[in-house]
């Protein structure tokens, strides 16, 4: 049966639900609390690049959109690792031809935007979720110029208003729902690095640019006009902290002293840093996403995460192929669809946080060791040998649709297998030889 429905949110999740949903013939109305960005780009600061890969890209594949999104990304089959005078290592994300795709967060919404509202979505900004009757699926929307508030009743609310989602408040507040925030003790500053002569790109475009340094780091992503978007995380509090940094002369020795390729390449360094936002970093749990066939949650307003593995915006986007594919299995049973929706899919929210704060250390710290780096090339080796035994951690959350859940558990076990072999004598020299990748048939 054909629903009327009310999306909160035109943001990634909300954009791309809203494609699913009106190709099943939904009537469907997304409200949206910012201005149209179709007219005015205005990021405030906050450009943001996002990694997109595979689970992103099926998402986007079974509507059809793919191609169009490929036409604004750039893709990235490394990382390339600066250490602190100025030398670069490389590191292969996958085997030939696997890459994750730099893409701009405000141009793949808009192009989302653009194709839901010529699918048939109804899109309607400036209008801000203030309340909400979750049961009988009524939204009152306050216009941010005028004030003026409406109510508008459908079949259906969908909560696709990110990490602060006024949809979850309700269902906390009204419905005793599970809640908990946790921030990080790291804040984030997004830097530039403007295009050279004639928009040649400063640093190579197709990888994934990380300056590891332990306790903070920097990277930096590739655009379409040959900038790059680059973003510090850095201790809030404490030595070589954001705390500390505040004149100009703190800020250019923190440079020098820790990323000082970095700083030749942006002029006005310190321009940045006093126009761009220092802003906070948290994980989001709820439970359960649903009430009863009337209100679901997608996306960051379900399961917000830290941005260190790249997955946010791809779990946001699987949630929406997941949702159409029990939507297909339950038909017009949509209670029994948004019960098995919250069930199976919290497990890989959890599954995908978990992914993210190890990630965190693994780009800050481990990209810059030795060992680190050696591993991967063992695993690598182990899994073209043996495909069907062994998938590297990061392939099965950037390069497959494998559960973020199960992706955690394998992860997890062959991480303990790998201690015991790179705990082999001389292992530097040995891993070469059959030895060592018998000894890893053994232990899987
Ligand atoms: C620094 C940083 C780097 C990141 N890098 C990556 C990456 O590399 N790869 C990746 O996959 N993910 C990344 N992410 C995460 C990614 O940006 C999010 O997971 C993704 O944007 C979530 O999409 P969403 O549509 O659920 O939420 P959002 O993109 O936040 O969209 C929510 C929308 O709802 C609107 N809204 C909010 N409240 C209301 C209201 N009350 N009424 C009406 N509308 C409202 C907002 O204005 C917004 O348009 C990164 C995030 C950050 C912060």
């Known amino acids: ?7 909160v949110g035109a943001g990634l999740a909300g954009s791309l639900c809203a494609l699913y949903l009106t190709k099943r013939g939904h009537n469907v109305s997304i409200f949206e609390r910012r201005n149209d960005l179709r007219s005015e780009i205005i990021t405030a600061g906050k450009s943001i690049n996002l990694a997109l890969s595979t689970r992103g890209l099926t998402a986007l ?7 169009e999104v490929m036409k604004i ?37 808009v192009l989302m935007m653009k194709l839901a509202a010529k699918n048939g979505a ?22 941010t110029n005028t004030n003026q508030k409406q109510t508008v009743t459908s079949d259906l609310i969908i909560g696709a208003d990110g990490a602060f989602s006024a949809v979850r ?54 655009n379409l006009d040959g900038s790059f978007t680059c973003t510090l995380f850095a201790p809030k509090k404490g030595e070589k902290s954001f705390e500390g940094l505040n004149s100009k002369l703190e800020v250019e020795n923190y440079f020098i002293t820790i990323f000082p390729d970095f700083l ?40 917000a995460t830290v941005p260190f593995y790249g997955q946010g915006m791809n779990a946001s986007l699987e949630d929406c192929r997941m949702l159409d ?8 049973d949509l209670k029994s669809c948004f019960e098995e929706y919250s069930k199976s899919r919290k497990p890989n929210g959890d599954g995908l946080q978990d992914l993210s704060m190890q990630n965190f250390i693994v780009m800050r710290d481990n990209t810059a060791d030795p060992a680190f780096l050696l591993q991967k090339e063992i695993e690598k080796k182990f899994s073209n040998l043996y495909p069907d035994k062994w998938i590297p951690l ?35 020299k040995e891993w070469k030889s059959d030895k060592i990748m018998q000894k890893m048939l053994s232990l899987v």
């Open 264 to 303: 030749k390449l942006v002029p006005d360094l310190y321009c940045q840093w006093i126009a761009n936002p220092t802003s906070g970093l948290g994980i989001i749990k709820t439970y359960p996403w649903h009430i009863n066939d009337t209100a679901v949650l997608i996306g960051d307003a379900a399961h």
């Open 73 to 109: 990304a750039i893709p990235m089959d490394k990382r390339i690792m600066h250490d602190d005078k100025g030398n670069l290592t490389e590191q292969l994300y996958g085997n030939d031809g696997q890459a994750i795709y730099s893409v701009s967060r405000a141009q793949l919404n």
């Open 169 to 222: 408040k309700q269902m906390v507040e009204q419905y005793d729902h599970d809640f908990k925030y946790n921030k990080i003790d790291h804040d984030y500053k997004e830097l530039h690095i403007p295009a050279g002569e004639d928009g040649t790109f400063l640093l190579d475009k197709n990888a994934l640019h990380i300056w590891p340094r332990g306790e903070f780091m920097l990277i930096a992503l590739a």
């Open 122 to 143: 109804d899109l309607y900004f400036d209008e801000k979720c203030v309340e909400a009757n979750l049961e009988q699926a009524s939204v009152v929307f306050e216009n």
């Open 325 to 332: 594919e029990l939507l297909e299995k339950h038909t017009d």
């Open 61 to 67: 594949k079974k509507v059809g959109v793919d191609d």
């Open 394 to 428: 990061y392939s099965m959350v950037s390069f497959t649709n494998i559960p973020y859940a199960d992706a955690w558990e394998i992860g997890m076990k062959q991480e303990k297998m790998m201690e015991e072999i790179m705990n082999t004598p001389n292992i530097e």
């Open 1 to 7: 049966m054909k629903k009327k429905i009310t999306i």
